[in-house]
Every structure is written in C-alpha cells, then in structure tokens.
C-alpha cells in the first residue's frame, strides 16, 4: 500500500512500523493494524487529499510530526532515517513489539544506539524507552519469533538466556553433528551447582516447509529432532524445554513451561538479567551518561 501511495504522490515520507518495513525488518503483522504512518507535512497538503481519497476506509494513515530531519530512500518510497524509524518505533508500539523491530535493524542495519539517542533527544518520554530497549536489544535473535519470545521472558521478568549458542562448545565436532540452540540458560543453585537449560521455539515450518524440511517426511523430521536432543544431553544439557509461538503469545502456557524447567523468575523490586556476561555488540555502543 505505501508503494502504491507513492506512486500517486513522490512526497510522501513515511515513518514507524511502515518505514521499518520498507527498510527490510521484521515487523510483526499486528504493528501495521493502526494503518500507514507518514511524516505530517504541511508543505504538501496534496498529500493528505491523496490519501483520504484513496483510504475509503480500508486503512487509517496516522501522521507523525516531522522536525525536519534528513530522510532515506527504500523500495521506491521516502522514509525516515534508521535512528529516527526506531525511535517512533519504541515510542508507537508495546515493548513486546518493538523489541522485534529493534533486534532485526540491529542485525541488518548499520545504526548506532549514539544516533537512536540522538534522534530521540527532543521527542518527550523517547529517552525512558530507547534506554530500555537499548539494554535489552540483541542482534544475534536470529528471526522474529526469537526475538518476540525474548520479549516475553524479559516482559514477565525470567531469567535472559544466551541467544543462538553452538553444540559441541569447543568447535570439534567429534562424534558429533554442530548443533545450534535457540535460548540457553546457566543456572546455578544456592548450593554452587549448576544446571543447563535449553529451550527451542518450534512452528509448524518446522514440519511443513519444503525449504525447511528438505524433501524429510514429517516422521523423519520427528526423529531428527530426538536425534538432536539425545546428541545434546550428552554434550550435558540437563534439561530442553521446547515451545511453539501461540504458546508464546498466549503467555500462561509459556510462562509454565519455564517455570516447571527451574528458570528463576524475578518479581517486582529485583531485575531480570542475562545468565552470561553482557555482550559486548559493535552497533549497540550505548552511551553512558
């Protein structure tokens, strides 16, 4: 749709979820249900009697107010700067939903948390939520669904795990196949054990797709994916919580999944942290001020 808007007016700028799509990120389906987000633009009134012609009803355009900043160009159509387009991000969508946004720029684009912050520095209540999304954001989530179930986990205060961890750790293979995870999670007791977690998002895709699938029948894909854990407790996982993403979305079945696996849970007054060291990640370069 905003390629079609385009095409009837060139001076269109346009910004939040619809310029972070245009930009190539992912961006979960239920951002775009407020309709089209432009930059507000009182140079080119036209623009708005394009749009409310061309609306009928079918979708809401919501306007953006524009300071002026510089502007980019992806897929044919006018779009805010990377910085700017995470920042509109963080300020119109739950952080559940711009976490997604921000993981994917992080990973294709080449911005900087120095320009967020500066992009976001006169916009009232930007600084709260950039700086949160900042400490969270991490662009080793290798697809949406990752980074939304992230989301929750931080969301209802679990434990964070480290993010796409290879099997065997020492890089030889061995008698083993490499085998990567999606979440992992150390965790040590009171009494100085410790006990490894993995969890894996699973999807239909999974099953399914052709391109996923490689010509296996669901059975052998069953079997391969036992062969894959039996392969993993013997690289001394203690235990592998798997999940599918309505599971996710619907929260409490997620939420007992990890509970009954033993990943700490932290409630009001205390903070949710990474069981690993923080990562140190070269676009991330927060600023400390």
């Excluded at 196949?177 to 977690?197: A, M, T, Y």
């Excluded at 010509?215 to 203690?238: F, M, T, W």
């Excluded at 007054?269 to 400390?288: L, Q, S």
Aim: proline share 4%.
């Amino acid at each position: 749709m905003a390629k079609a808007l385009c095409i009837l007016d060139a001076d269109l700028i346009f910004a939040g979820p619809t310029a972070a799509q245009l930009y190539g990120w992912e961006v979960p389906f239920s951002a775009h249900r407020r309709g089209l987000f432009t930059v507000c633009s009182s140079a080119h009134p036209a623009s708005r009697a394009s749009i409310v012609q061309l609306n009928k009803g079918a979708w809401r355009v919501i306007p953006i107010a524009s300071d002026g900043e510089h502007i980019d160009e992806r897929n044919g159509c006018h779009v805010t700067q990377a910085a700017r387009t995470l920042v509109d991000c963080a300020l119109l969508l739950p952080f559940v939903l711009a976490l997604v946004v921000w993981d994917s720029a992080f990973r294709l684009t080449q911005v900087s948390a120095t320009d967020v912050l500066r992009a976001g520095q006169r916009l009232r209540g930007a600084r709260e939520r950039i700086d949160r999304l900042l400490e969270y954001t991490d662009p080793r989530s290798d697809n949406g669904g990752e980074s939304f179930t992230r989301a929750v986990m931080i969301e209802q205060g679990f434990q964070i795990p480290e993010l796409q961890v290879w099997y065997p750790e020492n890089g030889n293979s061995g008698a083993h196949r490499r085998i990567r995870v999606d979440f992992r999670w150390k965790i040590v007791g009171r009494d100085g054990s410790q006990r490894v977690v993995v969890g894996e998002l699973d999807g239909r895709e999974k099953y399914e797709n052709p391109e996923m699938t490689h010509g296996r029948s669901a059975i052998h894909v069953a079997h391969d994916e036992s062969q894959r854990e039996r392969e993993l407790y013997d690289c001394h996982v203690d235990t592998i919580v798997r999940f599918d993403f309505s599971e996710v979305k619907a929260r409490q079945p997620f939420i007992t999944k990890l509970m009954k696996a033993g990943i700490p849970r932290f409630y009001r007054g205390e903070r949710n942290k990474r069981c690993a060291e923080t990562v140190v990640f070269p676009h991330i370069d927060k600023v400390n001020e």
